[in-house]
């Protein structure tokens, strides 16, 4: 309430109301409720106002925790789905050539082998000469053999002596074919009746042989290109035969 001077000099006393629009000098008070109706109605939309998603609430929770930046729960399962196909792939591709070729499709080192022994002496054994590689060969092979020692009824040797050398095998092919066998013998009988002048291997208590095969491999792969096997001579089963040792 505010008082006010007539032209008189007289005073009176008149209520101002606040908030008079352009048009008129009198406007009708405000409307509380609608006010208050309209601010309820701002402050539910903005509660109810969509939040981030899951694939951007996982990436504010790693940018807060100090971890990379830019990764998102729908980039890592890819990239883990990515891995998991291509390891795999590779295991199908690997046993299916395990399977259909015969072997593994890498290089492998040469295997040597006797077959079961002829009925008349052990001496006249076949061995093998084995490539277990699927897909790769194996060239310009060559075995040597040699007798540690023997001890029959009328010959005994032992280490050292003048025929415990080195002497050639008849074969094998100087080509081994992925997941293959090459046969070869190795002249025994031959062998020390060129040195010793008579054949004595007849009836053996006791024997050991070497055999040394040589081969080129290849230079990208850590293989060794020379292989050797020990054999000793099992006498005590029904026909003497060779056995690894």
């Known amino acids: 309430m505010s008082k006010f001077k007539r032209r008189d000099g007289s005073e009176y006393a008149a209520v101002v109301e606040v908030g008079l ?74 046993v299916s050539v395990h399977y259909f070729a015969g072997g593994p499709p890498w290089p492998t080192q040469l295997v040597i082998s006797v077959q079961a022994p002829p009925s008349v002496s052990p001496f006249e054994s076949i061995f093998l000469a084995r ?21 029959t009824k009328r010959l005994s040797m ?33 062998y020390i009746e060129s040195v010793s002048g008579a054949v004595a291997l007849d009836d053996p208590t006791e024997a050991q042989i070497m055999l040394v095969a040589k081969y080129d491999a290849p230079w990208w792969w850590p293989i060794n290109p020379e292989v050797s096997a020990l054999f000793a001579l099992d006498t005590r089963s029904s026909s003497p035969r060779w056995t690894m040792k």
């Open 158 to 190: 032992s280490k050292g002596s003048k025929i415990s050398l080195m002497f050639p095998s008849r074969g094998p092919a100087a080509l081994v074919r992925p997941a293959s066998a090459n046969p070869f013998t190795c002249p025994f009988r031959e």
């Open 131 to 151: 490539n277990q590689s699927g897909l790769f060969g194996i060239s310009n092979l060559s075995v040597g053999c040699r007798i540690i020692s023997v001890r």
């Open 21 to 94: 629009d352009a048009r008129s000098s009198r406007s009708k008070s405000p409307d509380l409720h609608r006010l208050l109706r309209q601010k309820r109605r701002q402050f539910a939309s903005a509660y109810h106002r969509p939040g981030p998603v899951m694939r951007d609430r996982k990436t504010i929770f790693w940018r807060s925790m100090g971890g990379m930046r830019g990764w998102q729960i729908g980039e890592e399962w890819l990239l883990i789905s990515a891995a998991v196909s291509v390891v795999a792939v590779l295991v199908g591709f690997l």
